[in-house]
Structure formats: C-alpha cells, structure tokens
C-alpha cells in the first residue's frame, strides 16, 4: 500500500473504519435493546449513520495522524450508553451486549473477505478501482480481526472486560471493575510499550494468514 497517494490511503481506510466502529458499536445497542435496555434507542444511537458515532478524535483525528505517520491505527468511537439496571439479566446480558460488538467485527470480516474472494475471481486485468476495492477489502479484513481481538482483550473498559466481570464471582467482580478508572490509561501504556502488540499481534497474525488462504 505504499505506493498508493495518501488520499487514496485515506479512501481505502476510511470506508472500512468507519463500518467497523459504526457496525460494532450498533451491535451493542441493538443486542441492549432486545434484553431489555432502550438507552441507545432513545437516543438515537441505533442507526448506521457514523456521524452519530464518531467520536472527533479518536475516530477522526488520531486515526489520520497514525495514518499519516506510518504508526499502527488506533482509535475509538463514542461508546453507547448501556444502563444495567434495565436489563432482564444483568450479570448474563451485560456479558451478552459486550460480546455483541466483537461478533459483528466477525460477520463484518467475513464479508469483507467474500468481497476479495469475487474480486480475486473477477480480476484478470489491471482495473485501477477494482484494485482499491481488493485494497480496501483487505483493510476491512485486517481492521476487524484487530478490533475483535482487541476488544476480548479482557481489560476494562473493553469489551472482553466486561465479559469478564460478568463471569467472575460477584465479589471478584466488583473488585475487578475498580480497575476501570484507570482501564484507558494502562491500554496506551500496553499498546505505546509493546506489550500488547507481543500478545495480540500473534493472534491477529495467524486469523489473517487463514482468511487469506480461502481467499487464494
């Protein structure tokens, strides 16, 4: 992707990012709803327009400067608000919502790589936008499986944090939330230290080696 102009950067991240965050954070709501909490629906948050999502800096801002910069993409998206308390379920259904988020980046990973699969099919010749699009599908592939995996990182305020509050014993999980003040902050020093790229990067190395090999 080097040789590509930084708009054309921009245009093959941009349409996958913002499906992914969008998509993810909409699966949150949406699950939320249907065990009981309508928060994200009376505000306005169940819809896939990514303007209601976006958040300026983490998904505009610091995603373009990384861009820019060559450094690895991260970035984040207005959460949607879950109440708890209006759940059936609590404990199970706060694991349900939060679980939510990381299958969507599934069913969005797959269908980006059906999407390479017809292109690699289709393309016999050099076709400059069915190139950006096989480019872009490959962007959606990669970004997905990074946001799925990060996101089960069991670290709150992630998602795989709240699954694990939910899973712990009671006791075990109040105790286990305090730790939420200072989630965000351990994440960047995880991600900005390396030590979360030594953990997860095998992961995400290994599920894009096997997608690309249906692919071929």
């Known amino acids: 992707m080097s040789d590509l102009t930084l708009v054309e950067k921009v245009i093959v991240w941009a349409i996958p990012v913002l499906f992914a965050i969008t998509v993810h954070e909409v ?19 169940l819809t896939l327009n990514p303007l209601k999502h976006i958040d300026p800096i983490g998904t505009v801002v610091l995603p373009l400067v990384l861009l820019y910069i060559g450094g690895f993409i991260f970035g984040w998206a207005k959460p949607v608000p879950v109440n708890w308390q209006n759940l059936r379920h609590p404990r199970r259904d706060m694991a349900l919502v939060a679980a939510a988020g990381p299958c969507a980046n599934l069913v969005m990973l797959v269908l980006w790589a059906l999407l390479a699969k017809l292109l690699v099919v289709v393309i016999q010749k050099p076709v400059w936008i069915m190139e950006l699009i096989l480019i872009m599908s490959s962007v959606g592939i ?44 351990l994440l960047v020093l995880l991600i900005a230290s390396g030590v979360l790229g030594n953990i997860l990067g095998p992961v995400v190395s290994s599920m894009e080696g096997f997608v690309y090999k249906l692919i071929q």
């Open 142 to 185: 990669t970004i997905n499986i990074i946001l799925m995996v990060l996101n089960l990182f069991p670290l709150l305020p992630l998602d795989g944090g709240r699954i694990m509050t939910s899973l712990l014993p009671p006791r075990l999980a109040v105790i286990y939330s305090r730790l939420e003040r200072f989630g965000l902050l």
């Open 27 to 45: 699966a949150h709501g949406w699950v939320a709803s249907r065990l009981g909490d309508q928060t994200a629906k009376s505000m306005g948050r």
